[in-house]
């Protein structure tokens, strides 16, 4: 741990500590949430109820019942009561899904009075779930800024101050993830949950989960929270929530593939025998780890643009992977396509902000030009065409990505230009059908 950072901790007064011990979860639900006042300093466990997981609904209808819990009809966004609800789905406990570990979190915005609720990536949700608990309720301010710290290893639940980290969501992030993590190995269990400054001084605040990328060897961030539920989370004096996982590895896992037949592609791909030599040396480049078959995949994804057959042969091969993971993995991801994709990826926007400023019409206008639809690759093999979900320019609506290139205030007479601005292919990637 950096001394930077063993100061921090030393600094940590502890308000009020609670011991768990992690259940085991039953057809992935560990049947009991937390609830933490901020205002009494307070930590205790609520009962998941059958109705409960009648009403899960995509976890939503799970955080409006804790959220039915504790508002009333003068609630308001400020109220100490209103609460941020965090849950995460059954499918977040089990490994039978790769990459379902979505957190949804639900509050009373501050910018529409109305509950809110969002989904987000990284990790939170189900290493909450394998920590022990389905969800969390916050409730409450605290009087002066304090941490949640859920330990799974330790087996304890903290409030404590946390007077020296940052304010600004990636720095405390990076800071609090060091200071838990007892190892490299550790890094990759702990994820954090903060707002930042844009919280304190704006309704719109947005909420940042963050999870370790250990190929960049720092916390990276994902966002979520419309409506300024980052604004409830920082009204609350709420620095960051943090939950370090038992030790199990985030790389999902499939035990058995119900659906392997479904995903074979629809004409099978494979590759030359010099190819067949640089997939190798890519296995070679992971110790032909099963742990980090995504990787291996994103790297063979990103040479030929595509994950043929002889690709998931050698990769399962080297690392004794099942055939059926991979191919559930190369399926489930939309970075990763069974058939090669096109030498320039042109995205269209239909995120909320750009659909309301015509993102159909735009896309409408790439199908037209090109002669494709959306997630289909031109006959010459140079475009492929995307419908995806927001960018995160949203200010510059509508927004075309082509290539890396970002496009703003797209019309639909500009897409002749911007398909004539590609570059032209620069690599081959050849594929044998
Ligand atoms: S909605 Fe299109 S960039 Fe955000």
């Given at each position: 741990m950096s001394s930077d950072v063993k100061q921090m901790r030393k600094a940590h007064r502890v308000l009020t500590t609670m011991s768990f011990s992690p259940v085991a979860l039953e057809r992935g639900y560990a049947n009991r949430t937390l609830r933490v006042d901020l205002s009494t300093r307070t930590l205790e466990w609520r009962e998941v109820s059958e109705e409960m997981k009648r009403l899960w609904v995509g976890g939503k209808g799970f955080d409006l019942w804790l959220m039915f819990q504790e508002i009333s009809?003068?609630?308001?966004?400020?109220?100490?009561?209103n609460p941020i609800c965090l849950s995460s789905g059954p499918l977040g406990g089990?490994?039978?899904?790769?990459?379902?570990g979505k957190t949804l979190v639900t509050a009373l915005s501050p910018l529409t009075g109305s509950v809110m609720d969002s989904n987000v990536g990284g990790y939170f949700g189900p290493f909450m779930k394998f920590a022990g608990m389905d969800a969390i309720t916050v409730v409450g301010k605290a009087e002066e800024q304090v941490v949640l710290i859920i330990d799974a290893v330790a087996g304890t639940i903290t409030i404590e101050t946390a007077p020296e980290e940052s304010v600004d969501s990636h720095l405390v992030c990076e800071e609090l993830t060091e200071m838990y993590a007892d190892d490299e190995l550790d890094r990759r269990n702990i994820a954090v949950v903060a707002a930042g400054r844009g919280a304190d001084h704006t309704r719109m605040g947005i909420l940042n989960f963050s999870f370790y990328d250990w190929r960049r060897q720092v916390a990276r961030l994902k966002q979520s929270g419309r409506g300024g539920i980052g604004t409830v989370f920082r009204d609350k004096n709420l620095k960051a929530l943090v939950v370090k996982n038992r030790g199990i590895t985030p790389a999902w896992r499939i035990a058995e593939s119900k659906v392997a037949h479904l995903t074979r592609p629809s004409k099978i791909h494979t590759q030359c025998l010099s190819e067949t030599e640089e997939i190798k040396d890519i296995a070679a480049r992971y110790d032909?780890?099963?742990?980090y078959v995504i990787e291996m995949l994103e790297d063979v994804q990103e040479r030929y643009r595509h994950i043929s057959k002889t690709a998931i042969d050698i990769v399962s091969e080297m690392t004794g992977t099942p055939k059926s993971w991979l191919y559930h993995i190369a399926t489930f991801y939309?970075?990763?396509?069974l058939d090669p994709k096109g030498e320039t990826i042109i995205q269209v926007c239909m995120g909320t902000a750009c659909h309301v400023k015509g993102a159909a019409r735009i896309l409408d206008s790439f199908e037209r030009v090109l002669g494709v639809k959306a997630g289909q690759t031109t006959g010459d093999g140079r475009f492929s065409l995307e419908a995806v979900a927001c960018l995160g320019a949203c200010s510059l609506a509508p927004v075309v990505k082509l290539g890396e290139e970002v496009h703003g205030h797209?019309?639909?007479?500009d897409v002749e230009k911007i398909i004539a601005s590609a570059p032209e292919a620069q690599r081959g990637g050849a594929t044998h059908a």
């Open positions: 009809e003068n609630t308001v966004w400020d109220s100490p009561e089990t490994t039978s899904f790769p990459g379902s032909y780890d099963p742990e939309k970075s990763f396509s797209v019309k639909a007479q």
